[in-house]
């Protein structure tokens, strides 16, 4: 089957959660044989096309305008739809969707995250959409809508988080399959259309057999894509706000922050001493390897964080907040993680695991195996592509 994949960003290089899930399904998908039409918005400099080209059969592009999609944004103020949408609307993007459907008769198509959806959104392709929307953001919007609640931003954010929560149950009530990756975040959209498709497809992780490994018991890390706002504000309440307790206690702790395009106030984290910034790394299991812990304060989140399951699945215990613990089921704190929420808690549980290699390896192989045992992709991705038998029977034919 061919199956057209639409992205509001390159998928390339993988320096981001969403991007390494949209991947991981695409790596999925091309393991059942089916063949995959790549059409997204580039922008800045040109992609490693040909990184996407081993896995992507073929690929279609749309350099996205900066002045555009402003100007989408400022009109989409006046309509119902979310802003988002607006920022990602094209023409171009419009006009090479009906080329695409035209030359390369795509059987199903795949919307990476709400916003794409409006392109799919029509008659005889809305039946044969998945709409892959990861998250439920009208919770995300929420949270952000708190944290700006003074400023023009917590204006643009409280209009957003309205519009979201009606496109949400739209999207779920007119496409076959909507797609989540954490039961919370289901049973909030199915509470709103209650009539809808919404299906559960978690993250996975790629968590191959090693031995046990040495680690630097003063090494900790945040994994994350420093652009967003819930790991810039995650990283900056750790180094204000907890860090120092675990330097009184271990001054020879190191703190290292592993993610892209981490702005200025994140850059300048790098001038002390203890702290390392690295930006985008190719290969972040690596840098993470030899970790005591990683360490996941996040406060504003939504769904299945990815940095919890890489690190469990490289054999390196997790320190994180009730909020991103939720989500993952099978999580129990002291056995295969430390949950814990405010800065003293964060701070002891870090120093437990930096004090007793004991504990530290105990819960570092536990949540290793709880990954192997319930987070593949190939598990967690099973049955994606199927929408209804009429869509089973074109696979097996095809």
């Known amino acids: 089957m061919k199956i057209c994949i639409l992205t509001p960003r390159f998928p390339f290089p ?9 991947n991981n399904i695409a790596r999925y998908l091309k ?3 089916h063949r995959l039409v790549l059409l997204s918005f580039v922008e800045g400099k040109e992609p490693p096309m040909k990184q996407a080209y081993e896995l992507y059969d073929k690929i279609y592009t ?9 100007l989408w944004s400022f009109l989409f103020l006046f309509s119902r739809r979310p802003i988002q949408c607006g ?4 023409w171009r993007m419009k006009r090479l969707l009906s080329r695409i459907i035209r030359e390369e008769q795509p059987t199903l198509f795949i919307s990476h995250l709400l916003r794409m959806t409006p392109y799919l959104d029509r008659d005889g392709l809305r039946e044969r959409s998945i709409i892959e929307m990861t998250d439920v953001l009208s919770k995300t919007y929420s949270f952000f809508r708190k944290s700006f609640a003074k400023s023009m931003m917590g204006m643009i954010y409280q209009i957003e988080h309205r519009r979201m929560l009606a496109y949400e149950a739209y999207a779920a009530r007119r496409f076959p399959k909507c797609v989540l990756v954490s039961h919370t975040d289901v049973q ?6 209650p009539e809808g498709q919404v299906v559960l497809h978690t993250n996975g992780v790629t968590a191959s057999a090693q031995p046990e490994q040495e680690y630097n018991p003063n090494k900790i890390c945040f994994v994350g894509n420093m652009r967003t706002l819930q790991n810039r504000d ?10 120092p307790i675990i330097l009184s206690k271990r001054p020879k702790a190191i703190f290292y922050i592993v993610g892209a395009q981490p702005p200025e106030m994140i850059q300048s984290l790098a001038n002390d001493k203890h702290i390392v910034v690295t930006n985008y790394v190719d290969n972040v299991e690596l840098v993470i390897a030899d970790s005591c812990l990683t360490v996941a304060p996040i406060r504003i989140a939504a769904g299945i964080q990815n940095k ?16 991103i613990a939720k989500p993952i ?11 814990a929420d405010t800065r003293q808690e964060l701070a002891d549980a870090c120093l437990k695991l930096m004090n007793s290699r004991e504990l530290r390896n105990k819960i570092a192989q536990s949540g290793y195996q709880m990954v192997r045992t319930h987070y593949t992709w190939e598990a967690k991705l099973n049955g994606y592509e199927l929408l209804n038998e009429n869509i089973h029977s074109q696979i097996q034919t095809l």
Do not use: W
């Open 87 to 90: 920022y990602y609307r094209s």
């Open 188 to 193: 909030n959209l199915q509470q709103r259309a």
């Open 308 to 323: 919890v399951l890489v690190s469990m699945g490289q054999q390196v215990p997790v320190v994180l907040t009730s909020l």
């Open 62 to 70: 749309v350099r996205r305008s900066q002045c555009g999609s402003l």
């Open 31 to 33: 393991a059942q044989n």
């Open 234 to 243: 995650a990283v900056l309440y750790f180094v204000q706000e907890v860090f």
């Open 329 to 339: 089921p099978e999580l129990q704190s002291g056995d295969n993680c430390l949950v």
């Open 14 to 22: 993988e320096n981001g959660g969403d991007v390494l899930r949209i």
